[in-house]
């Protein structure tokens, strides 16, 4: 969270004006935190309480309200919103198999390039979820396999040729000048749209 999520907030407030004003008052800008009032929540809040800050207060409304996950969920419902599937990374070790049930196709596909680009090097783990137990293996490829979530021949296409053609794309745009280069997100979409056609 401190890496990916909290840092690349502070980086984008530091850069907004209307901070910046209120840094120069001598005032700190106010975060609101949406930790709910369940009991796993408690615990990260508990992580988090009593941090100081000299640029920024904190507050944590769902848990002034008395709020947990499905008092937030019943409130989103009555307003005639879907209610949203959990905000975490479709690549997180902490990804439950209902949630991975849940991603749309692309994100699969991606997860099963991942696994098989670092393959070749795991010595301790098996993939992503690191270690099998009862309700899964360590590799999500694996479960995507084993529930069909993904076609078989696509799974092992991506498996035999993704991660060749993802090196040769990163050695190709190595020697390219940085303001040159290709972006990322180009092959991913490509590579999606490939896969999609195989799966067609």
Not at 23 to 36: A, E, N, Q, S, T
Not at 124 to 142: F, H, I, K, N
Request: charged content about 30%; proline content about 6%.
């Amino acid at each position: 969270s401190q890496k990916w999520k909290i840092q690349p907030q502070d980086q984008w407030v530091a850069r907004w004006k209307r901070a910046q004003d209120c840094w120069r008052r001598g005032d700190k800008v106010v975060k609101l935190i949406g930790y709910d009032a369940s009991p796993a929540e408690s615990r990260r809040y508990a992580h988090r309480e009593g941090h100081v800050s000299e640029r920024f207060d904190y507050r944590y409304p769902l848990r002034e309200w008395g709020w947990d996950r499905a008092r937030c969920a019943q409130r989103i419902r009555e307003e005639g919103l879907p209610v949203p599937i959990k905000s975490a990374c479709w690549l997180c070790a902490a990804q439950k198999v209902d949630e991975l049930r849940s991603l749309p196709r692309w994100c699969l596909r991606l997860i099963v390039l991942v696994e098989a680009r670092a393959a070749p090097r795991l010595r301790t783990v098996e993939g992503l979820w690191r270690s099998s137990t009862a309700a899964r293996p360590g590799s999500m490829t694996a479960y995507i396999r084993d529930q069909v979530l993904l076609d078989p021949e696509e799974i092992d296409a991506i498996i035999v040729g993704a991660p060749v053609e993802l090196v040769d794309f990163q050695r190709v745009a190595a020697a390219i000048p940085v303001e040159e280069r290709p972006i990322m997100r180009d092959w991913i979409e490509r590579f999606n749209r490939e896969a999609t056609k195989l799966a067609a």
